[in-house]
């Protein structure tokens, strides 16, 4: 049998693009894992001329998800060969007005679910002496806004799991990699900047326009690097956080405390 893959946030997004570019590479099949299970029944039907779709409804911030998605994958599947933990809570807050339930709804989501669906996975993957796991992080992780910093804290922690993941199964040939996305335009992404912050229908237009490459990073990107980091030139990396990013890093056109715009 080809591999399989379990994905969290399939229901949309970044976890649908993955899931439909790993069923067109070849593989065998795909669980997707959301809260959101309407949406999830549709992505399955919109995948199923691609391969064969298995769909688990659940909330990551409960403690069984995690067990019960893994066990669906291997009654289904008999195997789980990549995880990726492509779900994530959002909400905003900094070091003043982040509420102890926000903090909590923030660190369950983005933290102890993927540590949790990691624990679960690598049971099997390392039995097979065989796995992938790509965490969906943040460039966040590297300090955000003021506004942001619960996330980016719940974000940084997760770079820091699956650096020691990768670490703690180098030798059972499990290989895990952190993604830290850049402004992707997803649905999700969509919804905060419209819904949670009142921009408009086109506030994506003008953020392109500033953008290198004119354009915000897409799902479909996303999906072809998780492809690359799953394939056979990918097999001598380990333990990797990709900044996703078209702005680099660290560096500016003038110095920040220069600007005027």
């Known amino acids: 049998m080809g591999r399989i893959a379990l994905i969290t946030g399939g229901a949309q997004g970044l976890g649908a693009a993955i899931a439909a570019q790993f069923l067109r590479d070849g593989f065998a099949g795909v669980v997707l894992v959301d809260r959101n299970v309407k949406k999830l029944a549709v992505q399955a039907k919109a995948l199923a001329e691609l391969g064969a779709v298995e769909i688990f409804g659940g909330d990551l911030a409960d403690d069984e998800t995690a067990a019960k998605a893994v066990a669906l994958c291997i009654d289904k599947f008999g195997r789980i060969d990549v995880l990726v933990n492509a779900a994530g809570n959002t909400e905003r807050g900094g070091i003043s007005d982040t509420t102890p339930d926000a903090f909590h709804r923030l660190f369950n989501v983005n933290v102890k679910a993927p540590l949790q669906m990691m624990q679960e996975a690598t ?41 020691n993941a990768a670490n703690a199964f180098k030798r059972e040939g499990v290989r895990v990699f952190a993604i830290n996305l850049g402004w992707a335009l997803t649905e999700g992404e969509h919804a905060l900047q419209t819904g949670f912050h009142g921009l408009p229908e086109n506030w994506h237009e003008d953020i392109a326009a500033r953008m290198p490459s004119g354009r915000l990073i897409s799902p479909e990107d996303v999906a072809g690097l998780c492809a690359f980091l799953v394939s056979p030139p990918a097999q001598m990396m380990n333990g990797v956080v990709i900044d996703y990013e078209q702005m680099p890093i660290g560096v500016y056109d003038v110095h920040p405390a220069l600007r005027v715009d």
């Open 123 to 163: 049971k099997h993957m390392v039995a097979a002496k065989s796995g992938v796991i790509i965490n969906v992080t943040s460039m966040l992780a590297h300090g955000g806004p003021p506004s942001i910093g619960t996330y980016a804290a719940s974000k940084a922690a997760l770079v820091a799991l699956s650096k």
